[in-house]
């Protein structure tokens, strides 16, 4: 497809591999529309804009997430406001977001973390009845599912990441799914500096140029047609590691909820010190030895520098102990069982309790 477009000269941003990957992909996911973009972090901005929001005007995440979906609130110059996740499935605490919603509450974010999809169905009965829009951070959430419904299409909106370490990959890349038709076509005209078809370089609104180019949206088109497959290879990767980690004093097996599919977009467990007999950096530091890399989790918002004054004094215990307790092991879809294998024998020889 690359020598396709290159011998055709279409390799920036108005080629027919982008609307073939928006539709596919919008397809995949179970939606109407698909507007492809350069990143995910721009999708969630791109998203938020189409809101129209406000200084003053607030919207609701969880702290426990990747910074990118704090920062889209604040480049609209609204209000971030945060909640914990809940403990069972490290997600987003519903009862929580009950609790925060004022009458400045725009909208709703719900990151699917790690691939696990947040439990929607409430948290859209919430904002139905508060007249909130919702838009799904599924950067890491590609294939996931939601009693069957694909993750992508159960918000008003959502965002998908295409970056490097993704289930899918452009490289860089990103990507808005909804079915409402006029958020779509206020996305598809703010991503492109928002030119009016009125009259050339009339503008009037403020635009960005968030545009995907034909040469990613080619491998995008190439990978979503593998995306059952990708899928399929991290799950099964999730079931050898849980069951070779059962019986580890102090592991805890990332969760799947009975209405959910895990798409597992990272494999990461908690290490409880006690019972383990280390801690979760030295048990970090043994794998590194064996020459296996590892990632901690995210650090929660309410404790990264750049926003440590805003929520100064606020306490998420469930994010924090996450954080301090969790780490990634190798997720890709490409492992192999016998590196898994290896992987785990390390973990279970290096208990100190067993």
Not at 122 to 135: S, Y
Not at 305 to 329: H, M, N
Request: proline share 5%.
């Amino acid at each position: 497809m690359s020598k396709v477009q290159i011998e055709t000269n279409w390799i920036s941003s108005a080629g027919s591999f982008i609307r073939e990957f928006e539709a596919k992909f919008a397809e995949a996911v179970g939606t109407r529309y698909g507007i492809a973009c350069a990143n995910g972090t721009v999708a969630m901005h791109l998203a938020l804009a189409t809101l129209g929001l406000e200084p003053g005007d607030e919207v609701i995440l969880p702290t426990f997430t990747m910074i990118a979906t704090i920062n889209a609130v604040t480049y609209c110059g609204a209000t971030p406001v945060l909640v914990d996740s809940e403990p069972e499935y490290w997600q987003m605490d519903i009862n929580q977001v009950a609790d925060k919603i004022t009458p400045r509450t725009r909208a709703i974010l719900p990151v699917h973390i790690y691939g696990h999809p947040v439990d929607m169905d409430p948290l859209m009965a919430l904002a139905e009845r508060h007249g909130i829009a919702v838009i799904e951070d599924a950067a890491e959430a590609h294939g996931a599912r939601y009693k069957g419904r694909p993750c992508g299409s159960l918000g008003h909106a959502a965002g998908f990441s295409f970056y490097g370490n993704k289930i899918i990959t452009t490289g860089e890349g990103g990507m808005i799914t909804t079915n409402d038709r006029e958020l779509a076509r206020l996305a598809w005209n703010l991503r492109d500096h928002a030119f009016s078809t009125e009259r050339h370089f009339w503008h009037k609104f403020v635009g960005f140029n968030y545009r995907m180019t034909n040469l990613q949206a080619a491998v995008g088109l190439a990978q979503v047609e593998q995306l059952a497959t990708f899928v399929e290879a991290r799950r099964r990767n999730a079931r050898e590691y849980t069951a070779r980690l059962q019986g580890i004093p102090g592991i805890t097996t990332p969760p799947e909820a009975p209405w959910a599919t895990n798409v597992y977009w990272m494999y990461g467990i908690l290490v409880d010190r006690e019972a383990y007999g280390m801690g979760r950096d030295e048990l970090r530091k043994v794998l590194a030895d064996h020459g296996i890399e590892t990632r901690t989790f995210f650090i929660p918002m309410h404790c990264q520098p750049i926003y440590w004054q805003r929520f100064k004094g606020q306490r998420y215990p469930v994010a924090e102990r996450l954080c301090r307790d969790g780490f990634y092991l190798p997720s890709a879809s490409s492992l192999s069982l016998q590196e898994i294998e290896y992987i785990t024998d390390v973990i279970r020889e290096a208990c100190p309790n067993l």
